[in-house]
């Protein structure tokens, strides 16, 4: 167990490499010139320029910008954006926001998930269960920026009941909205998911000798159907939680969450290297580790699974 | 002629008024004063892309916190007209040499003293190559200009400008500039305090001024807000009407358009287009529609092989008459833009809407096809060529009209015409100043100061700087040239709309339309208005 953590730790490395070498080498594959476009299409004295364009490495070739920004990131030194701000600040405020908002989805997902999916796949084909069914299936359909805009035009401004757009530093209140749509569609499947899994095992051999040796219904649900289900599910979360970490570029833009998608939109928008790759980097890290927990989480949850 | 006091000089311009106030949209600014004045008022923003130092903010987010913490010689009222702030008096014999004093006893918001030096040392640090500073080439028209800009340049002081005493400074230009005076408002103009010069990427998180309002402490938080509280040392003409101004950062327009209609944010300007149909109905009585200095052109490059000689004028000529343009406003911008009748903005003093030459830009379809093909005759159009108008389309509206712009041409001239696409502004800025542009490109201005040479010089100049289609016509840089050496606007203006006769013959670009402000407010403030420059007037906001 321990030696399979470290070994997947090392993984990390190359993986870490890759994908900042990749990254960075898309954005500079951009087209358009991020000098040019900072001068908002006016002119711009060519001393100045040429400076600029050394400040932030734009003058050498591929190899050696990547190499640079290497060398930088070794001194835990991030680089700066174009406005001149240290990307690792950036980054730092950006990402409480966006990780207090992919808890809160995720929690919301996981949650009414599997209590609804678990009710449904107890009672597959009744009443309920159909419900659910239509209802996710709704919600899987319609894209998110409508779910997004609906809400909000309705709960914000219709209704009155919250804020439209966050204010300021993004209180966790403020986020119960976006959180909600950021939600609803990993929610529809989970609760998928969930039922699914449960109707198979329900049939399953354990679960009938569970039954059989007299158990309560509860402690066979819970216990050995729910637990046994839980792996497709678990796996799915885990790299939900990836994806919310990475930030919710439309539902961030629409609620005005200050968080990483936004950031990582604009910076792409810009050109700005330093920040999009710092952000992948991240990820890579948010990735690996979610991943690496779900791995963790199978052998708790089927003690048939084991790591040397 | 003399310029006793600059306003006064300048008073000519009240013309101006007539067209803004013909619009609607309160610009009566005898019902301001009425109201809470110690509420803050919160007003949407995009962040500012760099720090804010005058010579450094050369786009919008960082410039309304600019002009609102700053104040310089003069600045612009509701029509455009300016009006001095600091400056006693600017006075010149030639257009070339200008004596500026300063009112005494003026104070940044920390105290120190606003002298002569205080501009001085702040242009020059704008103007030196070192320094980095976006805004460099404002001060171009200063004598000394090229020696600290080069690079590597040693020098960082320029010859052109000296200190008189505490309250004097003397200006001298490379060549006569009649407009100069009028630039003077212009955010690269703002002086800097002392303090400034230590540690000039400091200063730019917080910075201190002598606006109207002040920085609060800390009050830049980054990506999220910038608050402004009143500035007690400041004195000029903007006083603040309100007990602050807290700017919203947000990086879609969409969400901060439902925020004032929840009344959470109070002013917005810039309508996203999904509310441009229905803006009026959502905010009734609390909306404004209103020309501003901008306007919207599609340049065709003199570099083409297709717009050569006097088949290529005519051919540009025919393409300016091919398409609509009221039908294109009406239908994809809901009339919120006026059409162009000349190459500058009805709000500018000495707007002319009646320059000869004009009528290549009205919609006629035969007059366009028979241009097109008395050019052909005399070069034929080859014929798989397609007429493209490059833009990017991140921006709203621009892959619309552009698109129907296309199909009429293609219709009515009877070739192929389609829009290029690309997907950001800065690839887009990429190939126009590599001059890789194969066909036409979207191209629009916005004033920096209200004054025709502005939408002229810079874009249409040779060798300017946004001359993105390299026109170059000696008869039309000496008829610039004549209107900055005149003594007086209005000899200036007479010249500049000379030189856009010229431009009607040579149609280096295409007018399409004069921009207009779309802005709303919340319930929480009375009437908001907009300047001559689509911003609204912010201290003079007041809360209900």
Redesign the interface.
Known sequence: MVMFTIRRFLQLIPVFFGATLLVYFLVFATPGDPIAALSGGKPMAPAVEAALRAQYNLDQPFWMQYFLYLKNLVTLNLGQTFSGQEVADVIARAYPVTARLAIMALAFEAFFGILFGVIAGLRKGKLFDSTVLVASLVVIAVPTFVLGFVLQLVVGVKLGWARPTVSGTAPWNELILPALVLGLVSLAYVIRLTRASISENMNADYVRTATAKGLSRRRVVVVHILRNSLIPVVTFLGADLGGLMGGAIVTEGIFNVPGVGNLLFQAIKKGESATVVAVVGILVIVFVVANLVVDLLYAWLDPRIRYV | MRFSRTSKALGLAAVVAMSLSACGGGTDSGNTATGDTTKVITANNT?????LLPANT??VGGGKVMDLIFTGLVSYDVTGRTVNELAESIETEDSQNYTIKIKSGQTFSDGSPITGKSFVDAWNFGAA??N???N??FF?SIKGYDTV?????TVDTMEGLKVVDDTTFTVELAQAESDFPLRLGYTAFYPLPESAFADP?AF?QNPVGNGPYKLAEGGW?????IELVPNDKYNGPRKAQNGGVTF?????L???Y??V??D??DVLKDVPPSGLQNFTTDFEGRNVNQPYAGNANMTIPSYLPEFQGEAGTMRRQAISMAFDRQQIIDKIFYGTKTVATEFTSPVLDGFNKAIPGNEVLKFDAAKAKELWAKADAISPWPADKVFTVTSNI?GPGNKEYITAMANQISTNLGIKAELNP?????????M??KKELTGASR?GWQADYPSLYNFLG?LFGTG???NDGNYSNPAFDAKLKAGLAATSVDEGNKLFNEAQEILFKDMPAVPLWYQAVQGVWSNNVNTVQFGWDGQPLLYAVTAK
């Open positions: 962040e500012p892309e760099n720090g050369n786009e190559a070192k980095k500073q976006l460099s080439y171009e800009s080069a690079e590597g340049a990427a730019g938080k980054h990506d999220v807000s919203t950062i947000f990086t879609s969409d969400a901060a439902t925020s209609q929840a959470t944010l991140d690309v997907t950001s502004f800065k690839e887009m800025r990429a126009v100043n191209a810079p300017a700087g946004s």
